[in-house]
């Protein structure tokens, strides 16, 4: 057999970059967490849990509970909206289904920044929307469709469903089809077979889906940037601000680190659940 | 499937993809209306494409984020698909560990992997600016290259690799006239993935760009905040329309990656 070590040692420079310039980084947020900001916005290196205890503050108490009710929502939202249209696809002949896939990941790939855009030329007072229910004498006054939980909820929805569609397409696709087959012969309904069987045989693309959407909207700071003004803060704006404006480094980066925590101990408990009920399916 | 539910069905998708993409329609088209301040089509122009060429801080981003996204597929490309060809001979165990290692960038939220490099790079007392985006742009890529090519790889089957080593060829002979051509199409689609996702990123650059080194994406969210005009309708509709192009192009050369696996 050919010697494979040199083959084998390709991986080093991938592997040292992502080392020095992602675990690297990582572990400095971690460090910087229990240190001290100084008078002018500097790094005291001195030892402090006070970070993590201001956490506690009913304030970002709040700001966290949003958070994870805007994500959530998204995650429910998108579910909602995206996994009709994965099974549509998965219905379409192939040729068919690869266009469908395509135009729905196209979107994905354009900019969250121009996307979140796109809604507040539609949305903000002298938008399409209010000029064209003015134009026809249907209100007098622009309505306040921008700059709300409603619109931040919407522009989430909007960029991150098509996280939720594919996998769930994917899910769909690897489905075994003759078990909808033998359902129909023992004289299930349609909804009976798509309720007991469909659904629980693609609960894996939901799970990916949703852990996908859910990750993204807990640290997303772009829409609720753009598309919810000064009035809605987010967790991701929260953070952002603690580095850019507040320079509080040692702050923001507990923020972050908790953020961060939160969102694996999430997605460990939805993997855990999802994980007993499929195992309970299949004992009984 | 009944008639009526089939057609329910794909009348909803329908209406998800107009939902998908009515607001980039609506965007693209008001780049092309006369009236500055409001929402009412006042006339065909092409003036705000006009003055973006005439302004030079545009053209300055153009070119950051042209020679940003240029350098930093390359790397990303050569890195990721070295270790991809690595990786594929290494044990279950330590491959494992590898995979982990390359998804997390992947599944972390982006805005704590531009921190991360802010801290990292004021910690190294490393100015902000065009090198700082390369090297995070490098980093952020680099794994998407990697899940492409080990697809590839793994798709790939032995055969024709063992079969140019029985014919006597060295690993590195293997390597350069059978395994790289084979992953060409691949590389191609890495690559341009990679410069997809160069030319797009907001966050991570929002977070490691200096001053003097404003990328497009960094340039529209200036704009933004600063209020709506019809000049980043024009701009945002250019970056669209590049982004799109690339995806269809690299999806392209992922599809001729694909036929050639089932001979």
Do not use: C
């Not at chain 1, 923001?252 to 925590?261: D, Q, R």
Request: charged share 10%; hydrophobic share 55%; glycine share 6%.
């Amino acid at each position: 057999m050919l010697n494979k070590k040199p083959v084998k040692l390709l991986a080093l420079p991938a592997l040292l970059w992502l080392g020095a310039l992602f675990v690297l980084p990582m572990l400095l947020i971690a460090v910087l967490s229990f240190l001290k900001r100084g008078t002018y916005g500097q790094v005291v290196y001195e030892f402090t849990l006070n970070n993590y205890i201001r956490i506690l503050d009913p304030l970002y108490g709040q700001i966290f509970w949003d958070t994870f009710v805007v994500a959530v929502l998204t995650t429910v939202f998108s579910i909602l909206f995206g996994y009709p249209l994965a099974y549509y696809i998965s219905r379409l002949e192939r040729s068919k289904q690869q266009i469908w896939l395509l135009l729905v990941m196209i979107p994905f790939w354009i900019n969250f920044l121009v996307r979140s855009y796109a809604w507040v030329i539609i949305l903000r007072s002298q938008g399409v929307v209010n000029t064209v229910l003015q134009s026809l004498g249907i209100i007098t006054e622009p309505l306040p469709l921008l700059y709300n939980s409603g619109s931040v909820l919407l522009g989430m929805v909007y960029t991150l469903v098509p996280f939720m569609v594919l996998p769930i397409y994917v899910s769909l696709e690897q489905m075994d089809r003759r078990k909808l087959e033998a359902a129909a012969d023992l004289g299930a309904t349609p909804w009976q077979a798509f309720w007991h069987i469909t659904l629980p045989m693609t609960k894996s693309g939901v799970v990916t889906g949703s852990i996908l959407v859910f990750v993204s909207s807990i640290g997303m700071f772009v829409v609720p940037d753009v598309m919810g003004g000064a009035k809605s803060a987010l967790i991701g704006n929260v953070i952002q601000n603690q580095f850019l404006s507040a320079r509080d480094w040692p702050f923001g980066s507990a923020l972050s680190i908790v953020l961060m925590l939160l969102s694996m101990l999430l997605i460990l408990l939805y993997f855990r659940a999802t994980k007993a009920s499929e195992t309970k399916e299949g004992a009984a | 499937m009944k008639t009526w539910r089939r057609h329910t069905l794909s009348g909803y998708s329908w209406l998800m993809l107009v939902f998908l993409y009515l607001p980039i329609a609506i965007l693209m088209l008001y780049s092309f209306n006369d009236s500055r301040i409001n929402a009412v089509w006042s006339g065909f122009t092409w003036k705000w494409y006009l003055s973006l060429f005439e302004n030079r801080q545009v053209m300055q981003a153009l070119a950051n984020s042209l020679t940003i996204g240029v350098t930093s597929s390359i790397l990303a490309t050569v890195l990721g698909t070295a270790a991809s060809l690595a990786i594929k001979h290494y044990s279950l165990r330590s491959r494992t560990i590898v995979n982990g290692l390359i998804y997390l960038p992947i599944v972390i939220p982006e805005i704590m992997m531009g921190l991360a490099l802010l801290v990292l790079f004021s910690q190294i007392h490393m100015e902000l600016g065009k090198l700082t985006l390369i090297l995070a742009h490098v980093t952020f890529s680099m794994p998407y290259v990697m899940v492409i090519i080990s697809a590839r790889l793994a798709d790939m089957g032995k055969e024709l690799e063992e079969a140019a080593q029985d014919l006597g060829a060295t690993p590195w002979g293997t390597l350069r006239h059978v395994t790289l051509p084979l992953i060409m199409p691949g590389i191609v689609a890495g690559f341009l993935m990679s410069f997809t996702l160069s030319l797009d990123d907001f966050i991570i650059s929002f977070f490691v760009a200096g001053p003097n080194s404003t990328t497009l994406p960094l340039y529209i969210y200036g704009l933004v905040k600063r209020g709506v005009s019809p000049e980043v309708n024009a701009l945002s509709t250019l970056l669209i329309v590049s982004t799109v192009l690339l995806v269809i192009i690299a999806e392209l050369f992922r599809r001729k990656d694909s036929k050639t696996i089932t001979f």
